[in-house]
């Protein structure tokens, strides 16, 4: 063939080739993006579906399905994805660029009768999985179990601006993950929405067995299961709540049984259960690790531990508010049941809890062994009954610069059944009757402020106090307790009403402990020399609490 032939035949090879691009790009309007629309109408855009499941079996992998607003019932099958995928809803057939879910809503729908779930992942392979814009609701596991509404077998999926409601997780022993459940894998929820969804067992709003998940800024709202966790259980999964809601739920807020889990910045609100623990709750025969800072549980209820139980497993709370939840048995803030298990607590406000029949209206202590540091522990009750700040049944609480004030219950703050308590710089105010009342278990105290009890400071055998500034109290020791190296007189303390007990400069207590090996005070302010006693150290005005000297560096010999 010359020269001139073989051009032409390349020529026409080529022509050939932008011929059937050309056709290709006719067949899909946009490489990598599929349509879905009610009845399958997606006005100028293609290629179109009427139903997502029909989409998704037909994309390739990292394709993006695009779903305009309306309801997509489908009683069929589930919308089971196996490839890298993202279903966005939100759109409009006459919009494909703005996804608008909060007025465009997108809802997938199982239909009232469907024996199946709404959306599963699961693949061979490590997907990547992008779900938003969503409104799934009414799945229902069936046989399978766990996972009404989104069942994630395995992958990395993100649940981003999406609604789970009303679905359910049965199955012939139960459910768990009514409205999602997490297998195995990685999942991320982002400002999402998971309410009124119900569970045969545990984890009726989120369940998590293994794998990591994150869920942030998201309501957790009105689950119910018939077991425990009924807005989240944790099971074995590297768990981070965080920034979230967590209101309303039927039995417990938050269930963690195994694996690690870290709530932070969450406000866990009005959840209610039948057994230890109506915000939180630890228990399990692989006893899980939970961090907890800086949220606010508050107005929530159970039978022992209104706000936090914690019946296995080792606990830190950090910074926490713990505000008016009741128990009707005991441990209206917390009840620490678990067997030998460290639980710290430093820097939290325990506040306006209220302890049922056994007592303790903030903690209440059966076993393990608990820190407190830093803690306020003030205006909580129990009614009736035993220790309005605590009760302490068992286990050993060690405690250091806490302030156990204006607590209430029929005789005193703090009442020892058993068990042991060693206390450093306690500040005790107007908690009754009594300060701290032994009948049982030993205490021992070092550098504490005690005011104004109508009986007694501190009260029964084998307490022991050392360096104590008695105020206002009907008599400084009885019934057995032993006070050595005590002073009485003016606290001096900021604002009692309001709470305040810091001490100012004419209080008795500055200069007036002994060193009992802590180094800093309730605020974290330096203790230098002769410590004061109580919760505070007191510093002038203006004085000079750290000196950071210069950091000199000299070449080696």
Not at 127 to 132: G, K, P, Y
Request: hydrophobic fraction near 40%.
């Amino acid at each position: 063939m010359n020269k001139q032939g073989r051009f032409a035949l390349a020529l026409c090879v080529g022509l050939l080739a932008l011929i059937l691009m050309a056709l290709g790009t006719t067949a899909r309007a946009q490489s990598g993006v599929l349509f879905v629309a009610p009845d399958g109408d997606c006005g100028a855009a293609g290629p179109c579906f009427a139903s997502v499941r029909e989409a998704v079996l037909a994309a390739n992998r990292g394709d993006t399905v695009k779903v305009a607003e309306g309801t997509y019932t489908d009683p069929r099958l589930e919308v089971h994805i196996t490839k890298d995928l993202a279903i966005i809803g939100g759109f409009a057939t006459t919009d494909w660029q703005t996804s608008m879910p909060d007025t465009r809503r997108t809802v997938l729908d199982a239909g009232p009768t469907a024996g199946h779930r709404v959306i599963r992942v699961e693949s061979s392979s490590d997907v990547t999985v992008r779900l938003e814009g969503l409104v799934v609701q009414r799945g229902n596991s069936g046989l399978a179990a766990d996972g009404g509404g989104i069942y994630v077998v395995n992958g990395n999926v993100t649940i981003q601006n999406c609604e789970i409601v009303d679905n359910t997780a049965t199955g012939p022993v139960g459910g768990g993950g009514g409205g999602v459940f997490l297998e195995d894998g990685s999942l991320t929820i982002v400002d999402s929405i998971i309410r009124d969804n119900h569970s045969g067992r545990h984890g009726a709003g989120l369940g998590a067995r293994h794998g990591t998940l994150l869920v942030t800024g998201s309501l957790i709202e009105s689950n119910t299961s018939t077991d425990m966790g009924g807005g989240a259980m944790l099971n074995g999964a590297d768990a981070t709540l965080r920034n979230n809601t967590i209101r309303g739920n039927s039995l417990m807020g938050v269930f963690v049984t195994s694996g690690t889990a870290v709530l932070e910045d969450n406000v866990i609100e009005d959840n209610d259960s039948t057994g230890n623990g109506g915000g939180i709750g630890l228990d399990g025969v692989q006893p899980p690790s939970v961090t907890a800072s800086r949220n606010v549980i508050r107005g929530n209820a159970a039978a022992s531990g209104g706000g936090v139980g914690i019946s296995a497993g080792t606990m830190a709370l950090y910074n926490n508010d713990i505000i008016s939840n009741t128990a009707t048995s005991d441990g209206g803030g917390i009840a620490a049941w678990a067997n030998g298990s460290l639980i710290t607590l430093v820097g939290n406000r325990l506040a306006y809890n209220v302890g049922g029949s056994q007592g303790g209206g903030a903690l209440y202590v059966a076993d393990g062994n608990l820190k407190l540091e830093r803690n306020a522990v003030m205006h909580n009750q129990a009614p009736g009954t035993f220790g309005g700040a605590m009760v302490i049944a068992g286990g050993h609480v060690d405690g250091i610069n806490d302030v156990i004030a204006n607590n209430s219950s029929m005789a005193q703050g703090i009442y020892l059944s058993g068990g042991t308590l060693v206390a450093r710089h306690w500040t005790l105010a107007n908690n009754g009757d009594f300060a701290l009342w032994a009948n049982g278990g030993s205490a021992r105290l070092t550098n504490t402020i005690v005011s104004s009890h109508t009986v007694a400071g501190y009260w029964g055998a084998d307490v022991v106090a050392d360096r104590t500034l008695f105020y206002k109290n009907g008599t400084r020791c009885g019934n057995g307790a032993s006070c050595t190296n005590y002073i009485t007189g003016f606290p001096a303390f900021a604002d009692e009403e309001a709470g305040d007990f810091h001490i100012g400069s004419q209080s008795l207590a500055i200069d007036a402990g002994i060193d009992a090996g802590v180094r800093n005070d309730m605020d974290r302010e330096p203790r230098l020399g002769t410590p004061d006693m109580g919760a505070d150290e007191y510093w002038a005005p203006g004085a000079l609490k750290s000196l950071y000297l210069p950091l000199v560096l000299r070449a080696s010999p």
